[in-house]
């Protein structure tokens, strides 16, 4: 009986793995070819992460109130969708599939796997970090010799020039927010590999897949994700160097500052010397690049060169992002009903529209995008999400405990810097792009998971507060 206890446990296991790698590999085909992946998506409907985070309620370990707060998040947006009409459910019913992926199974991931935790980490996020990090390397290969690949409907990599003033960096076909999006998860899930301790293969593997990220990052000329990965990056460093031996003097916290602004410029200073490398080979190569079919403007043959991006100039785009943001407050203000239940997300980009004067898509931030998509139950139901798992993150990163390893501490950065990223951006919630949900919340489990197993950094303002409770 046992035997067959320990079987089943692992098959269990084994299944989650699998499923959750399904749902992953299908979201990032669905970047390469829409129609289908969502078909693929469709296909597991919501029977496999709901089954799996059923039999994980009966063992008792999803206990935590903000998986809760998950299943009720994608339960308000589907509620939403179906008192908006048929025809808006219909449409929306991938992103109910893809909620379900993101909250029922890969948010309480790592609550499901117990012990096996850390192993099925380093699992799933190998097999992640290899895929985007084998693209990310064919599309600055692609840049290097000037030329344009195709995988499936959409997937275009490569450089397109448009007009004498530059190149434009094309990832699966995406555009440069959404590629530095992925390419910090990228970078940061690399470093996991790197750090884990899990064998020569997997930190080499996660080494080279670091140095594609990061290059495709520098590539994307986005200025919020460079200062982003610079300053998280910089602050990991910062860390381990206050960990070090080094750590001692009157003047250590000025060489602690000095440490964590040198590996700030330094790693900033990285992206503009691989967009420099890449366009000394792109340069140095006779290839010429084919052209993306695309109405106007045209591009042109032969595009290597990226128009790079002053950081001074509109620094992290928040000047440009204003405007947006206004015109955002300004639809709720017009229309209190979107307080309730939000409104259809295909009618954002038109309402944006009559507001700006101009074509704007989505909102450029995670939570104003909430907001105008699931109204304010949704929106509240966000803030607490990121305040759980904040505080989670924050004692993970700075407990001095020997159970928060340098692999934790690497996860909760990337989740900090995918978090402020959303703020310029709306990557986060609910959107067509369901693999940075799934890889955002993924980590975020980790983080809580790992730092609720952690005592407090206060614990003695904990038990003062205790004590007085208890005299009262």
């Excluded at 434009?168 to 899930?189: E, P, S």
């Excluded at 450029?364 to 966000?382: D, E, F, K, V």
């Excluded at 998971?449 to 003062?464: I, S, V």
Aim: hydrophobic fraction near 55%.
């Amino acid at each position: 009986m046992t035997d067959l206890r320990t079987n089943a446990k692992r098959a269990l296991w084994v299944l989650r793995i699998a499923t959750l790698l399904f749902y992953a590999l299908a979201m990032l085909y669905m970047l390469l070819d829409y129609v289908p992946g969502v078909a693929l998506l469709r296909s597991a409907a919501v029977v496999a992460p709901l089954a799996l985070a059923a039999l994980a309620l009966r063992e008792g370990t999803l206990r935590r109130p903000v998986y809760w707060i998950g299943f009720a998040f994608a339960a308000w947006y589907g509620l939403t969708r179906a008192l908006m009409g048929r025809s808006v459910l219909s449409f929306a019913l991938y992103h109910v599939f893809a909620l379900c992926a993101v909250f029922g199974l890969a948010f309480p991931f790592a609550a499901m796997q117990r012990d096996g935790d850390e192993r099925a980490a380093s699992v799933v996020l190998g097999v992640l970090t290899a895929i985007i990090g084998a693209l990310a390397w064919l599309s600055i290969l692609c840049a290097c010799t000037g030329t344009l690949a195709f995988l499936g409907t959409n997937g275009t990599f490569g450089i397109l020039r448009l007009g004498q003033s530059g190149g434009i960096y094309i990832f699966m076909g995406q555009n440069n927010n959404f590629t530095a999006a992925l390419m910090i998860a990228g970078v940061f899930m690399s470093l996991y590999l790197w750090v884990s301790r899990r064998g020569k293969p997997t930190a080499v593997l996660g080494g080279l897949c670091f140095v594609g990220c990061y290059a495709a990052l520098g590539m994307t000329q986005s200025r919020s994700a460079r200062v982003l990965l610079a300053a998280f990056a910089a602050m990991l460093v910062g860390l381990l160097y206050a960990r070090s031996r080094f750590w001692r003097g009157r003047l250590r916290l000025l060489r602690l500052v000095a440490v964590f602004v040198a590996a700030c410029v330094a790693v900033y200073a990285g992206f503009s010397w691989s967009v420099d490398v890449i366009t000394r080979m792109a340069a140095q190569n006779t290839a010429q690049a084919e052209t993306l079919p695309t109405p106007s403007p045209q591009p042109e043959a032969g595009g290597n060169i990226v128009k790079k991006r002053s950081i001074v100039e509109s620094i992290a785009t928040l000047s440009n992002r204003l405007p947006i943001y206004r015109a955002t407050l300004q639809i709720v203000a017009d229309e209190p009903g979107i307080l309730l239940t939000g409104m259809n997300e295909t009618s954002i980009p038109s309402r944006l529209r009559q507001y700006l004067g101009h074509e704007q898509s989505h909102t450029h931030n995670a939570y104003l995008q909430t907001l105008l998509i699931t109204g304010l139950p949704g929106l509240l139901m966000a803030l607490l999400m990121t305040a759980m798992i904040a505080r989670m993150g924050i004692r993970l990163f700075f407990s001095r405990q020997p159970e928060a390893t340098l692999a934790d501490r690497v996860l909760a950065v990337a989740v900090g810097a995918m978090f402020l990223h959303s703020m310029m951006e709306h990557y986060l919630f609910v959107d067509n792009y369901s693999i940075l949900n799934l890889l955002f919340f993924l980590m975020a489990g980790y983080v809580v998971e790992r730092g609720t197993r952690l005592e407090p950094l206060f614990p003695r303002f904990k038990k003062a507060k205790g004590r007085m409770r208890t005299d009262s």
